[in-house]
């Protein structure tokens, strides 16, 4: 069982991808719309899978720097990039996932290690596996 440490909320209202989402603490007030792509009007306002995207690169990003602890490796620029796509799967919709951890100035094959064990490590990465694809990806130019 977890043992809770912090519990994020937030509120969906108004036309679902196309209403808007608010924090309880009233640091996240977006509208949302849906992506052209999708048949919706897109526009300047996020989207769940924006949001979802967000997270899940911050989170592995922090699984990289304590994954990259464990392996004695210096790390300094690095960043990770989620690309979240849905789209149909079966009678509904699915999502996938790409993360693109770029490890400056390690040597490949330390990159790629680092890059799964991170994997291992990120609550989002746990929570996903066996869900929804998931692919990681480590570079180091």
């Known amino acids: 069982m977890v043992e809770v440490l912090y519990t994020a909320i937030a509120t969906a209202r108004g ?3 196309n ?3 608010t924090s309880s603490d009233g ?3 977006e509208q949302l719309s849906i992506p052209k792509e999708m048949g919706g009007p897109g526009g300047e ?3 769940p899978e924006q949001l979802f995207a967000a997270g899940y690169s911050a989170c592995f990003h922090s699984a990289i720097q304590v994954a990259a602890r464990q392996a004695k490796a210096e790390l300094s620029g ?3 990039t989620a690309e979240v796509g849905i789209g149909k799967e079966g009678e509904g919709f699915g999502l996938t996932v790409k993360l ?3 490890l400056p100035g390690l040597e490949q094959g330390k990159a790629s290690e680092i890059a799964a064990t991170a994997h291992q490590i990120c609550p989002y990465s746990r929570a996903t596996r066996g869900n929804i694809e998931v692919e990681v990806i ?3 130019e």
Do not use: F, K, Q
């Open 100 to 102: 693109v951890a770029h």
């Open 138 to 140: 480590a570079t180091t």
């Open 78 to 80: 690095s960043t990770v």
């Open 45 to 47: 306002y996020t989207n």
């Open 27 to 29: 640091v996240i007030d």
């Open 19 to 21: 209403g808007e989402v």
């Open 15 to 17: 036309d679902g991808r």
